[in-house]
Each structure stands twice: as structure tokens, then as C-alpha cells.
């Protein structure tokens, strides 16, 4: 299993700034995704970040309001961009479990309030 | 695009009671997971499903995929309040990394 941690765990900030999110995690992987989950609704994916290449986003997600850094097999930055109260949301990071399925490991996930 | 649609999306009931939470769509998957997600914390899996008509078992939780591998149902037999979170489907497809996730079933077990 792997273990994930994510910084900060819980921010509110004021619209139009911006806030960057780190997700550390305790081994090795190739790729890390990216969700977003609105208050009591399911995760959708932002993107998926691959080490050493740009991430790939999903459908309605841009790379100038989500900008992702990959520098390592372990660590991946997402920064909210120009914030608005749309973006309140949970931001999760996740990993896959490396069965060979495609399990995932979830981090606890950041709480985003944008005022 | 492919859709997981499960229901009910909210299920309240009392311990002891059996319940069945349903994962529905027209298209399918090579595989089928659960999540169970507590507040303040991320989805933790539960289980992966594989072959059309496949049962498994975690203790009280049933979770079964048809037999075309387009749904599944999670059945959880005298509920406790320990069961209470979110549960997610998510859907999978061979060679492909990303997971398409249900709406989620939010589930209150009162004691």
C-alpha cells in the first residue's frame, strides 16, 4: 500500500488568489491524478500527472487555472488559480496501487474555501 | 462517454437492517471497484470485481458484478453505524489508467 499525505489539509482564501496544493507520497510511482469533489458529490478528474511529461486534463480543466508540477516519483504540486467560490471543493490526490488493476490510493484530500 | 449511475444516492436506515445499493450502465468494464470515503478523509477501497457473475465477500458487505459487466450491487447485511460514509463505484477499462466514478451513495445507519 502506499501512504499520502497532502498539504494543506484545509485553506479558505480570498477570490482571486491563488493557492497550491502538495501531495507527497511514501513510495515510487509513475502516475498521480488529480480529483476534484464538490460538497457531497462524487470525484471527478482534473488530470493525470505523469513524471518527466505535461499532465494530461480531463475535459473542462485547463493547465492555466490548474497548473500541475511533477519534479519527482514522489511528489506533485496542483495549484488553484485565480480563485473563485466555484473552486470550494475538496482536492484529492491519488496514486495507483501498483496490482496491476486500476486501484487506487486516495490522499485525505484538501479542503478548499474560496470567500 | 461512459456513465456509472448508482442508486439510491441516499439511504438512511436503522442498525441491524439489510440494504442493497445498486451501479448501473450501458457500457462495459473490465472491472468494477468500491470505495467507502469517510468525511475528512479520502475514498478507501473496498473491493475490485472482475469476471461477469463474480461474488465477493468482506465480512457483511456482498458486492456482485452482472454477468454482462455493465453493474453491480453492494449489499450490507445488519448494518451498523460503522458503515456509515459515501460509497463509490468506479468503473475500469483495460489499458486505460483513469477511473470513471459513480455519483455515490451517501449512507446513514441510525442507532
Known amino acids: 500500500s502506499a501512504v499520502i499525505s497532502q498539504k494543506p489539509s484545509r485553506d479558505i482564501c480570498q477570490r482571486g488568489t491563488s493557492l497550491t496544493i502538495q501531495c507527497q507520497v511514501d513510495s515510487q510511482v509513475t502516475m498521480m491524478f488529480w480529483y476534484r469533489q464538490q460538497p457531497g458529490q462524487s470525484l471527478t478528474l482534473i488530470a493525470t500527472a505523469n513524471q518527466g511529461s505535461e499532465a494530461t486534463y480531463e475535459s473542462g480543466f485547463v493547465i492555466d487555472k490548474f497548473p500541475i508540477s511533477r519534479p519527482n516519483l514522489t511528489f506533485s504540486t496542483l495549484t488553484v488559480s485565480n480563485m473563485s467560490p466555484e473552486d470550494s471543493s475538496i482536492y484529492l490526490c491519488?496514486?495507483?496501487?501498483?496490482?496491476?488493476?486500476?486501484?487506487?490510493?486516495f490522499g485525505p484530500g484538501t479542503r478548499l474555501t474560496v470567500l | 462517454t461512459q456513465l456509472l449511475e448508482q442508486s439510491p444516492q441516499f439511504l438512511s436506515i436503522q442498525e441491524g437492517e439489510n440494504l442493497t445499493v445498486y451501479c448501473n450502465s450501458s457500457s462495459v468494464f473490465s472491472s468494477l471497484q468500491w470505495y467507502r470515503q469517510e468525511p475528512g478523509e479520502g475514498p478507501v477501497l473496498l473491493v475490485t470485481?472482475?469476471?461477469?457473475?463474480e461474488v465477493k465477500k468482506l465480512k457483511r458487505l456482498t458486492f456482485q458484478f452482472g454477468d454482462a459487466r455493465k453493474d453491480s450491487s453492494l449489499h450490507i447485511t445488519a448494518a451498523q453505524p460503522g458503515d456509515t460514509g459515501l460509497y463509490l463505484c468506479?468503473?475500469?477499462?483495460?489499458?486505460?489508467?483513469?477511473?470513471?466514478f459513480g455519483q455515490g451513495t451517501r449512507l446513514t445507519i441510525n442507532p
Open positions: 470485481v472482475v469476471t461477469g457473475g
Open positions: 491519488s496514486v495507483e496501487t501498483g496490482t496491476g488493476g486500476s486501484e487506487q490510493f
Open positions: 468506479a468503473g475500469a477499462n483495460r489499458g486505460a489508467q483513469k477511473l470513471v
